[in-house]
């Protein structure tokens, strides 16, 4: 249904999800044969309309079913935590220490769990082969991979919340007392009395016992990652992607990352903006949160205003529990559906401006999404600005965070700043505005010195992709620049393997130029560049040079000082120059 409304209200639509419920039992590697019975049909069903979908898969494996291959294989190839000696297995009745030292745990399926040591050297081939065979069961595009810190249910406890209360003896793990587990000094962050509790023992072993669990228990979600992505690129013969909820420094070369289980309300919306400054600062660019929120009821407000701010999350999917309102922007009506839609298309419209952020980041290390104190850090103002963030160093986006608001109060460092909707410049600087944000508005400014690629917006990326190119361009000192970065959104290591496009863009009063740094005229055969919006032009211009009929095919707006050029028609694999008089 969410699909489906989606789709019908003409909302850019990319990806699927499929969550845990759709496993048999919960278990990795497997579908729901009742209630999913067509799930593989229908990930087809989405492909053939140029949609993409991405299943999730936990670490916890259950031990103690008959004929689970994923279990009985990585048995065979001894590669699952362990404890260090049988002396300290817990004598329970699940625990064997005759017959294993695998470390038993709880999590989601009906059973003890074991937990793959991506540190053993055989783990990585497990791992991706299980993955290969499970994409001929479903053709899925991408893995997203949770509960791999690794999380463990109800640890020293007496009864996990999500063991049956009538089903006794009851059973968690315990951990027995030790230095790993007790140490002298315990980080301020852990939840629990223990360090072990909410996850597996400390004590625990990897690697053939040369690794103690203690040792390398924050980079668990990080050694999942990587075989994770191997498998996803061997199954799909295609570029994929992983999302995990563990990360560690370097994660971002191989993942993006959601900000995990949010409430539906306005205070997660908010900190969601914190956590995606920080992330890009720790070198994890693609992050987002649950749009709209995952735990409790959300409203028509809040995910109107979470469907505007969500836009710009560079990873941006709205996703909610099990148990709760349907939340897909359609559920709520017509209005919320249409701004969604709208705020969705200059998403889509951006997508070359974000591409390229992208690209500088994966050569550079720069950050996509920013604080403004990153690119004014002598202005005091900005230091403690968290309502507001950039894309690069040219978007400024300025989202409704509160309840019942149709304001916006928002910070304007000394510069030029434009309107994206109008063009109008905003005349005075440094100091904060309050903004007009209607229900269905979030203010977005351009900043000066910017051009900005566009591509018009369409259904999904597959459609979007072919069509016709733009150019926003918002001068400073009468002059202004960017860059287009280009492939073709599937193939691996493009970069390295220079197999993309590059182009610069150059303003200065009355002219226009494209450079291009890379060709590849295979990738941009018959892909052309259509419409020029260029802010703070002051006089309308009386001739245009470089494009075929230029009287036909501008217009000037003398009182928001745009000049919109349309259906330019130039080539987008050779360079160009657009002139023009006074």
């Known amino acids: 249904m969410a699909v489906e409304r989606t789709i019908n209200a003409k909302i850019p639509l990319d990806v699927g999800y499929a969550d845990i419920d759709a496993m048999d039992e919960r278990k990795d590697f497997t579908i729901d044969p009742v209630n999913f019975s067509g799930l593989s ?10 949609l993409r979908f991405i299943i999730i898969l936990d670490p916890a494996l259950i031990s103690n079913e008959t004929g689970y291959t994923p279990y009985d294989s990585g048995k065979n190839s001894d590669i699952f935590i362990k404890w260090p000696n049988a002396s300290i297995i817990p004598n329970d009745m699940f625990h064997r220490p005759a017959e294993t030292l695998d470390m038993l745990g709880y999590v989601w399926p009906k059973g003890p769990v074991v937990f793959p040591d991506f540190f053993h050297p055989d ?58 587990d007790d140490p002298p000094y315990k980080p301020r962050s852990i939840y629990g009395p223990r360090l072990s509790d909410k996850t597996i023992c400390m004590v625990g072993v990897q690697n053939n016992g040369s690794l103690r669990h203690y040792d390398v228990h924050s980079l668990y979600g990080w050694s999942q990652t990587m075989p994770t992505l191997e498998g996803a690129r061997a199954a799909t013969n295609q570029r994929s992607m992983v999302i995990t909820r563990s990360t560690y420094p370097s994660s971002g070369k191989y993942a993006g990352h959601w900000l995990g289980d949010n409430d539906s309300s306005w205070k997660s919306m908010r900190e969601s903006i914190i956590g995606i400054l920080e992330f890009n600062m720790f070198g994890i660019p693609y992050i987002g949160a649950d749009i709209c929120g995952y735990f409790g009821d959300t409203t028509p407000e809040l995910c109107q205003r979470w469907m505007q701010l969500g836009a710009f999350y560079t990873f941006s999917r709205n996703h909610n529990g099990l148990g709760y309102r349907e939340q897909d922007p359609g559920a709520f009506g017509k209005a919320v559906a249409e701004s969604s839609r709208r705020v969705l298309e200059i998403r889509y419209t951006l997508l070359p401006y974000l591409y390229t952020l992208f690209y500088q980041a994966h050569v550079t290390g720069s950050t996509v999404i920013r604080p403004l104190l990153h690119e004014f850090p002598r202005d005091s103002r900005t230091w403690t600005i968290d309502r507001q963030f950039m894309w690069g160093s040219s978007l400024l986006i300025s989202p409704v965070l509160e309840e019942g608001k149709a304001t916006v109060d928002a910070y304007f460092p000394n510069d030029r700043w434009f309107d994206y909707y109008t063009g109008d410049e905003l005349l005075r600087t440094g100091q904060t505005h309050r903004l007009d944000a209607p229900l269905d508005h979030i203010p977005l400014h351009v900043r000066g010195g910017s051009i900005m690629p566009t591509q018009e917006s369409a259904s999904n990326t597959k459609h979007s992709r072919t ?17 287009l970065f280009w492939d073709d959104g599937q193939s691996t290591d493009t970069v390295e393997n220079n197999d993309f496009f590059l182009a610069q863009f150059a303003y200065t009063t009355g002219n226009i130029t494209m450079t291009v740094v890379r060709p590849n005229p295979a990738m941009m055969f018959n892909l052309k560049l259509s419409t020029i919006r260029v802010f703070g032009v002051p006089v309308e211009p009386a001739s245009l040079i470089g494009i075929a009929s230029p009287a036909d095919k501008y217009m000037y707006n003398s009182q928001t000082q745009e000049l919109y050029i349309m259906e330019a028609n130039l080539p987008m694999d050779s360079n160009f120059e657009i002139t023009w008089t006074y």
């Open 123 to 180: 783990t990585s081939a497990y791992w991706k082969e299980l993955i290969i065979e499970h994409h001929g069961r479903i053709s899925f595009d991408g893995i997203w991979i949770d509960m791999n810190e690794p999380a463990n249910f109800g640890t020293n406890e007496k009864r996990s919340f999500n063991w049956p209360e009538k089903d006794e003896p009851y059973w968690t793990l315990k951990c027995p007392t030790n230095n790993f």
């Open 41 to 50: 049909a229908y990930v087809k069903e989405l492909q053939g309309m140029g």
């Open 467 to 483: 069509k016709s190119f733009g150019l926003i361009i918002a001068p400073r000192n009468g002059t202004a620049v960017g860059q």
